[in-house]
């Protein structure tokens, strides 16, 4: 028999568990996307559940998304959720640490800094950094080998994007001090820091010791390039230092460091094991990596050629493949908002009250066989036949960082919709390609032992990643 727990009719379900305060959080916690179907068949799109005391409510659906993802902003709030995250780790005065009004001009100054202008010079940039990667790495001595394919991502994940984001200064010292002040303020990035930010934790002094530096850093660089001792490039961190404020004033030292920090942190993640999921799954599928070496060479020609940014629009199939990856491994798969005032749900008899926070998955929907016949297979081929996601964002807003889509219909966002959603899309899917591009002109890649599939999904940490250890076999072409 179902158990329906109404504790109050005017609510939404509760789902049903024994112990008050942890409630589900360990199902929850374990595999989400589990959780959020499971508890969908029991209870419909609409549901709350306990997370750490914390009551919250499920709203799934392109119905959930729109009101969720497109709440008015003085009903649904991310930065009361977010800020206890990641105002320790980015620094104050950026992000969620200020009204919103505020960070969406922050957005549209790093928006500027990822038009198609600046991504066109990232390519070569991208191209120099991993070439030198694949060359200096001893993992990739000889004509084949075995690989952490996470571990190996992250490093060229990092490179890459420091390199174009972050600016020549950043990447120099990526390879000395720099590297562990980032690992020190990952480690305070943590699911633990999320939802019990008051737990003195070990690590959370050594998140601050790295902040403060790693922000001294950030701004004796500022000062280096303002006296003029450093050449102009295509970066985020010049086009920071252009930036001003609405109300005339230009964006302080220590907000563009903080800012050039939550950067750093947001890139990587989502990328880097993207990019790593990409491989396990080429690996796994050798035709669809051989399909792609065919692209390179029927499209660009010469495969020893640099990739430039306009070979880039050419790739069909890795765009496909990058699409195909993020549907099935959303590196995001939980966006939460607090709600701040009743907010009745159209269609039913509950109101959502104001100690309620909000959850949209998004990618659920991704994952349900409704929208994505046989959802649970790999097929970049899929796209093929399918309605270009772009084009199912049809309805577009302006919420002060430029034409955003809201996503009422689409049954694809991986990078979210709305106010809030992601502005490094473009940079993601050129960083992406470039990977892809390089990696099948110069390996062909196989799972180990015979053995088949890809490994199972981590949920341990903010971002969905492989399970490890994840080997793959590489040989050379
Ligand atoms: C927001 C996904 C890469 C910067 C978001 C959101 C999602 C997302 C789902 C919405 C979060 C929410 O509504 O609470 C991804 C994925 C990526 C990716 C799947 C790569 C595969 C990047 C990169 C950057 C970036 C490369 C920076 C260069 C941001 C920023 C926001 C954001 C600044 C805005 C947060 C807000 O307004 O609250 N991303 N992202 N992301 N992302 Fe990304």
């Given at each position: 028999?179902?158990?329906?727990?109404?504790?109050?009719?005017?609510?939404?379900?509760?789902?049903?568990?024994?112990?008050?305060?942890?409630?589900?959080?360990?199902?929850?916690?374990?595999?989400?996307?589990?959780?959020?179907?499971?508890?969908?068949?029991?209870?419909?799109?609409?549901?709350?559940?306990?997370?750490?005391?914390?009551?919250?409510?499920?709203?799934?659906?392109?119905?959930?998304?729109?009101?969720?993802?497109?709440?008015?902003?003085?009903?649904?709030?991310?930065?009361?959720?977010?800020?206890?995250?990641?105002?320790?780790?980015?620094?104050?005065?950026?992000?969620?640490?200020?009204?919103?009004?505020?960070?969406?001009?922050?957005?549209?100054?790093?928006?500027?800094g990822l038009?198609?202008?600046a991504l066109?010079?990232y390519?070569?940039?991208?191209?120099?950094?991993?070439?030198?990667?694949?060359?200096?790495?001893?993992?990739?001595?000889?004509?084949?080998?075995?690989?952490?394919?996470?571990?190996?991502?992250?490093?060229?994940?990092?490179?890459?994007a420091?390199?174009c984001l972050?600016?020549?200064?950043?990447?120099?010292?990526?390879?000395?001090?720099?590297?562990?002040?980032?690992?020190?303020?990952?480690?305070?990035?943590?699911?633990?820091?999320?939802?019990?930010?008051?737990?003195?934790?070990?690590?959370?002094?050594?998140?601050?010791?790295?902040?403060?530096?790693?922000?001294?850093?950030?701004?004796?660089?500022?000062?280096?390039?303002?006296?003029?001792?450093?050449?102009?490039?295509?970066?985020?961190?010049?086009?920071?230092?252009?930036?001003?404020?609405?109300?005339?004033?230009?964006?302080?030292?220590?907000?563009?460091?903080?800012?050039?920090?939550?950067?750093?942190?947001?890139g990587?993640?989502?990328s880097?094991?993207?990019?790593?999921?990409?491989?396990?799954?080429?690996?796994?599928?050798?035709?669809?990596?051989?399909?792609?070496?065919?692209?390179?060479?029927?499209?660009?020609?010469?495969?020893?050629?640099?990739?430039?940014?306009?070979?880039?629009?050419?790739?069909?199939?890795?765009?496909?493949?990058?699409?195909?990856?993020?549907?099935?491994?959303?590196?995001?798969?939980?966006?939460?908002?607090?709600?701040?005032?009743?907010?009745?749900?159209?269609?039913?008899?509950?109101?959502?009250?104001?100690?309620?926070?909000?959850?949209?998955?998004?990618?659920?929907?991704?994952?349900?066989?409704?929208?994505?016949?046989?959802?649970?297979?790999?097929?970049?081929?899929?796209?093929?036949?399918?309605?270009?996601?772009?084009?199912?964002?049809?309805?577009?807003?302006?919420?002060?960082?430029?034409?955003?889509?809201?996503?009422?219909?689409?049954?694809?966002?991986?990078?979210?919709?709305?106010?809030?959603?992601c502005i490094g899309e473009q940079f993601a899917y050129v960083q992406l390609?470039?990977?892809?591009?390089?990696?099948?002109?110069?390996?062909?890649?196989?799972?180990?032992?015979?053995?088949?599939?890809?490994?199972?999904?981590?949920?341990?940490?903010?971002?969905?990643?492989?399970?490890?250890?994840?080997?793959?076999?590489?040989?050379?072409?």
């Open positions: 028999a179902q158990q329906i727990l109404y504790k109050n009719p005017n609510e939404p379900p509760v789902v049903f568990h024994w112990l008050p305060v942890i409630g589900s959080t360990v199902t929850y916690g374990i595999d989400p996307f589990r959780f959020f179907f499971d508890c969908q068949a029991k209870y419909g799109d609409i549901y709350t559940f306990i997370l750490l005391g914390r009551k919250v409510t499920v709203y799934l659906g392109s119905k959930g998304n729109q009101f969720i993802l497109n709440g008015k902003l003085k009903d649904v709030n991310a930065e009361e959720i977010y800020s206890v995250l990641t105002t320790p780790v980015f620094g104050k005065d950026v992000v969620y640490d200020v009204p919103n009004a505020k960070f969406m001009e922050q957005k549209k100054f790093i928006k500027y038009q198609s202008g066109l010079t390519v070569p940039l991208m191209q120099d950094e991993i070439g030198n990667f694949l060359q200096g790495d001893s993992h990739f001595n000889g004509q084949h080998g075995t690989i952490s394919i996470p571990k190996v991502m992250a490093q060229i994940t990092l490179f890459t420091s390199r972050q600016g020549i200064e950043v990447r120099q010292k990526l390879d000395t001090t720099f590297a562990d002040l980032y690992h020190a303020l990952d480690d305070g990035f943590q699911p633990i820091n999320f939802m019990l930010p008051w737990f003195p934790l070990p690590q959370n002094r050594r998140r601050d010791i790295a902040q403060r530096r790693m922000t001294q850093i950030y701004t004796e660089i500022i000062k280096a390039r303002r006296a003029g001792a450093e050449k102009r490039s295509e970066d985020i961190l010049w086009t920071l230092m252009d930036s001003v404020y609405k109300d005339g004033t230009p964006m302080p030292d220590n907000e563009i460091a903080h800012l050039m920090i939550a950067l750093l942190m947001a990587q993640h989502s880097s094991v993207t990019s790593s999921w990409i491989m396990l799954h080429l690996a796994a599928q050798p035709e669809v990596m051989e399909e792609l070496y065919q692209e390179q060479i029927s499209v660009l020609g010469n495969t020893s050629k640099p990739i430039t940014y306009e070979d880039i629009q050419k790739l069909p199939l890795v765009m496909n493949v990058i699409r195909e990856t993020l549907r099935l491994h959303p590196p995001i798969h939980t966006i939460m908002r607090k709600v701040k005032n009743p907010l009745p749900i159209e269609g039913t008899n509950w109101i959502v009250p104001p100690s309620h926070v909000l959850l949209a998955a998004p990618a659920t929907m991704g994952k349900s066989d409704e929208y994505f016949p046989n959802a649970a297979k790999w097929d970049p081929h899929r796209w093929e036949c399918m309605a270009d996601p772009a084009d199912q964002e049809k309805e577009k807003m302006d919420y002060g960082y430029g034409l955003v889509s809201t996503g009422a219909d689409s049954t694809y966002l991986p990078f979210g919709a709305g106010r809030h959603r390609t470039v990977i892809v591009s390089i990696m099948v002109r110069k390996f062909k890649l196989k799972n180990v032992d015979g053995k088949t599939g890809v490994v199972a999904t981590d949920y341990s940490s903010l971002f969905s990643r492989p399970m490890e250890p994840a080997f793959i076999q590489w040989e050379r072409r």
